[in-house]
């Protein structure tokens, strides 16, 4: 896919003071960051700009503060494990309204090569509302704009696009080129058979993602709650599984449109059951696809991994978001298991699209085994529906 927005290697940063924009929205306990992956994508950018001699006023939201200063949703923590992970002092502006005096003093004292981290930009009420107010604050600090957050593309906020409106120069860093050349590689050039898998609690986050990935894909298999309300729309029973009963006429269309385009569309074979949801729920396997009075599926069944397996082994290109199955709890977590490891031992190129799939192949350890993890789990999942992300809309075009 050509992509058409400049990146920092086309502009001149030296001596010059850069807000980027990071997805530093990590998973926190008791004050430490569980899992770095997003910090990990953000530093190619930051240290490309350190040793270019820019002055970086980096910039980020974490969680959902909803315009008021939360302590536990401090960005401190991540100027710590930034400076350890950069092996340089970075610099923790602590302004409750982000723009603030420290930050001000902060960027007036840096000399090139400096990195210092605002505040929680969703301290600001004017944040989500994408207000000019807060965009011009943040837009006065710096003299280029640098978007390198993936995982809040998707948004149009005050630090991914309102900012933009104020500082001319604006482009994009290294993490948001890489994530769009392999989503956009793997969905506009695939090598064939393309397959996606598509899983997850709701049909209605992804009616786009099934729409779009139907017109480009050769097989579409899908799993996770989601199945049911497909199993429904085909006549089998489903029990007290998930169905979104005002869905069941999308999933007959897109049976439809499959047939309609040859598109193979692979649906749960049989599936693990139980009769309460529970971490302790005694698992059943069912011997069909249909699921008596008094049982929801959680997982996908042996019969329907095996099929899901093969087709996995025979494809070249592989785009998966969305759990099999409840995969939070142990006794449900085998098909996403199943899925996992089996992309893991694939020679395809192997996409996953963040979020929950994301988590689950960390957790059982197939990380590096992927040719690439989203950092963004809704950003990947509009572009997998075929939308464009405003926070890269916004930035100057070559
Ligand atoms: P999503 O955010 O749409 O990708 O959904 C992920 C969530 O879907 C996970 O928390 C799973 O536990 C849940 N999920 C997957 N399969 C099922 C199912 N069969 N029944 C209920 N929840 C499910």
Request: neutral net charge; aromatic residues 6%.
């Amino acid at each position: 896919m050509a992509f058409n927005k400049k990146t920092i290697e086309d502009i001149d940063v030296s001596g010059k003071k850069v807000l980027v924009r990071c997805d530093f929205n990590v998973p926190l306990k008791d004050g430490h960051i569980t899992d770095e992956n997003r910090l990990i994508g953000a530093l190619p950018t930051i240290k490309y700009l350190i040793q270019n001699d820019a002055r970086v006023i980096l910039c980020s939201h974490l969680g959902k503060p909803k315009g008021e200063p939360k302590p536990e949703l401090s960005l401190e923590p991540v100027a710590e494990r930034l400076s350890e992970m950069l092996k340089r002092k970075v610099v923790f502006a602590a302004d409750d309204n982000v723009v603030g005096e420290n930050a001000k003093r902060a960027v007036r004292n840096m000399k090139d090569g400096d990195v210092i981290l605002l505040q929680n930009t969703r301290y600001r009420i004017e944040e989500t509302k994408n207000e000019d107010s807060f965009s011009k604050e943040l837009a006065s600090l710096a003299e280029i704009f640098v978007n390198d957050a993936f995982g809040t593309a998707h948004r149009a906020h005050c630090s991914t696009v309102g900012v933009t409106k104020f500082l001319s120069t604006a482009v994009c860093g290294y993490l948001i080129q890489k994530e769009i050349k392999f989503l956009g590689d793997a969905v506009e050039n695939p090598k064939r058979p393309f397959v996606a898998i598509l899983g997850g609690a709701k049909i209605s986050d992804k009616i786009n993602v099934i729409n779009n990935l139907l017109e480009k894909v050769d097989v579409l298999i899908i799993g996770g709650g989601m199945s049911y309300t497909f199993s429904k729309a085909q006549g089998h029973t489903v029990g007290n599984s998930m169905v979104e009963e005002d869905k069941i006429k999308y999933a007959k269309e897109m049976i439809d449109k499959a047939k309609s385009r040859n598109v193979k569309l692979l649906l749960p074979l049989d599936n693990v059951v139980t009769d309460k949801f529970d971490a302790n729920a005694k698992p059943i396997v069912t011997e069909t696809e249909d699921i008596g009075d008094g049982y929801m599926g959680l997982d996908i069944g042996p019969k329907t991994c095996k099929l899901y397996e093969s087709t996995i082994a025979g494809a070249k290109t592989i785009v998966w978001n969305g759990p099999m199955g409840v995969f939070e709890f142990k006794n449900f977590a085998g098909g996403t298991f199943a899925i996992a490891k089996a992309m893991s031992e694939s020679n395809a190129a192997t996409i996953i699209g963040g979020g929950d799939s994301a988590a689950a192949v960390n957790q059982f350890g197939f990380g590096n085994k992927m040719t690439h993890i989203s950092t963004g789990g809704g950003a990947s999942l509009e572009f997998l529906g075929g939308k464009k992300l405003p926070g890269i809309e916004a930035l100057n075009d070559k």
